[in-house]
């Protein structure tokens, strides 16, 4: 692919992706169609790409930027479920897919077939998660989809190894496999647990959110190219960074939270919108491809379709068998058994499974020769794995929001939990920034006398607590017997502040000292935040969305009372 081809790829892919999102279309399905559309326009080339590059240069960042808005605790909790779905689904859709391909092509080794079951078997919960987004899908299924799609890719490439090894070789064993497989876990998740460490630590010692960005942006490779030369699964090394920085970045500096989170956004959309539009223009070349095989166009496809429907089939099948093991309890798992998955939740779960760019970079990449011959009906197997991919992204992508509200599967218990958790927590800040105050107690006294002092920090805990509790009541209604509010101006905090020196204007050193005071009661509300998150008392999504709110206080400290303080 030329540059020049490349850049029109990237280009007609955001620009149908801006269309969709202004219109509130599924901008997979739109890409993948209109893909299609265009790739029959006379003119239009080959769009041919080294699979290397989307497993080394584009799974690695959407995998990374995935891992990094998930919640750690979430994916805590849950493991059990993750695990069923992203390793115990993977190896039977595979067998399943193999098993199916090989009684069609019986003249194809198993280990042949093997590898269209590892290529096809992992679904991508992006065309999943925007629809549910959209749709208001609870967050425990959330969850389990982004946590299966954080997992299986590990699994799938990890079998598809092994496969191709088997086709190569003539021979291979399930007990190769199995140590194969522990190996990448165990040194790919050491890895990017390592790795992330030494970010995390870095990143705590610099004042630059710039250079802190750029570290951010070159750790999803760092971890996926160590973790693959140290035979470990890079996907999994991605991972672990991605969740431990997830976790650990509201201990960071808030302006890298602030640069970061647009950043990310941006490199999503690029290449999610590139690997759709892909997958579409490559189909015809692929079908191609089959007609000018020994089998022929007409067969290739009935042994697609055929592949297509097992993929299908077995995921639904698998998920319903299988959920009573959702009540074991693995180590590392806390989720309580009133929390798992209905019945309901669970078909949206089963028919959410579109596959993505996993099932395309893979299915490139396999070999055109294995041991000095020809790769055992290599164009079929791609045709296959193409259509499962296409296949599932139509069929199931486009009838997933309609199942979602047939089945009245949405999130309006966890919208009302959310805002009793705010109110709660809202009111805790309070306390902490009344700590705060009285820390400055003796500094106040000094310059102010004592009394005066100790007026001042009933007036300005009461300021704060005036605010938290009005916003408390405003989230959970529920509460307002409860709480006494404050006889205090709750919009009266800057007025309050600027007592604090004993001008009207106030110099260079009393402005810097109130800015120094007002930093300390933000770092006491996100240590509020941070605490109540890790002792299970505040989601992480609105853990996240009240840091937000911090951290923009945060920069408008830094970008008005500085400049106007070092103007004087």
């Given at each position: ?337 009133q929390d798992s998955l209905s019945a ?61 509200t047939r089945l009245g599967v949405g ?158």
């Amino acid at each position: 692919m030329h540059n020049v081809e490349l850049f029109v790829l990237v280009t007609g892919a955001v620009a149908v992706t801006a269309v969709c999102r202004r219109r509130g279309w599924p901008a997979p399905l739109v890409l993948v169609a209109a893909a299609i559309v265009v790739s029959f326009v006379p003119g239009v080339p080959r769009y041919e790409i080294e699979p290397e590059i989307l497993l080394e240069f584009v799974l690695p960042p959407l995998l990374y930027s995935a891992a990094l808005s998930s919640s750690y605790r979430d994916f805590r909790s849950s493991l059990n479920s993750i695990t069923r779905l992203g390793v115990g689904l993977v190896l039977v859709t595979a067998v399943a897919v193999a098993l199916v391909f090989w009684w069609t092509e019986p003249s194809v080794p198993f280990a042949a077939a093997l590898v269209l079951g590892a290529v096809v078997a992992p679904p991508d919960a992006v065309a999943a998660a925007a629809v549910g987004k959209r749709l208001g899908l609870p967050r425990r299924v959330m969850t389990l989809l982004s946590g299966e799609s954080l997992i299986n890719d590990a699994t799938s490439l990890t079998l598809y190894k092994v496969a191709i090894a088997g086709v190569a070789t003539g021979a291979w064993a399930i007990a190769d496999g199995v140590a194969v497989f522990a190996l990448a876990v165990g040194a790919g998740v050491a890895v990017g647990l390592v790795l992330a460490w030494v970010v995390h630590t870095v990143r705590l010692r610099l004042d630059d959110p710039v250079v802190a960005s750029a570290i951010g942006l070159l750790t999803p490779f760092a971890a996926y190219w160590l973790g693959e030369e140290l035979h470990g699964s890079g996907v999994l090394a991605v991972v672990a960074a991605g969740l431990y920085l997830g976790h650990t970045s509201p201990r960071a500096g808030y302006a890298t939270r602030l640069y970061e989170e647009p950043i990310w956004s941006t490199v999503d959309l690029v290449l999610e919108s590139f690997t759709f539009a892909l997958i579409g223009v490559q189909l015809p070349w692929v079908v191609r491809d089959v007609v000018a095989s020994d089998q022929g166009v007409r067969h290739g496809i009935a042994v697609s379709l055929l592949v297509l429907l097992v993929a299908i089939l077995v995921r639904p099948v698998y998920i319903f068998l299988t959920a009573r093991f959702d009540n074991l309890r693995l180590r590392g798992s806390h989720r309580p058994p009133q929390d798992s998955l209905s019945a309901r939740e669970s078909a949206v779960v089963s028919w959410a499974g579109m596959r993505g760019v996993v099932t395309l970079a893979a299915a490139a990449a396999i070999p055109v020769t294995s041991a000095g011959a020809p790769f055992p009906e290599r164009a079929t197997l791609q045709l296959a794995a193409y259509t499962v991919a296409i296949g599932t992204l139509l069929v199931q992508g486009l009838t997933l929001p309609w199942v979602i509200t047939r089945l009245g599967v949405g999130s309006a218990d966890e919208t009302a939990q959310d805002a009793a958790q705010e109110a709660a927590v809202r009111v805790a800040t309070a306390d902490a920034v009344h700590d705060v105050l009285e820390r400055q107690r003796a500094d106040w006294s000094a310059h102010l006398g004592p009394e005066r002092a100790g007026e001042l920090i009933d007036r300005l805990s009461g300021v704060w607590r005036a605010r938290a509790t009005a916003a408390a009541v405003m989230l959970d209604p529920d509460s307002a017997d409860e709480l006494v509010p404050e006889q205090a101006d709750p919009t009266d905090v800057s007025g309050a502040l600027r007592e604090v020196s004993p001008t009207r204007v106030p110099t260079p050193e009393e402005g810097l000292r109130t800015q120094r005071l007002r930093r300390e009661i933000v770092a006491a509300q996100r240590e509020v935040l941070m605490d109540r998150r890790d002792s299970g008392e505040l989601d992480e999504a609105v853990m996240r969305r009240m840091m937000r709110e911090l951290d923009l206080e945060d920069e408008s400290l830094s970008s008005s009372w500085i400049e106007r303080v070092q103007k004087r």
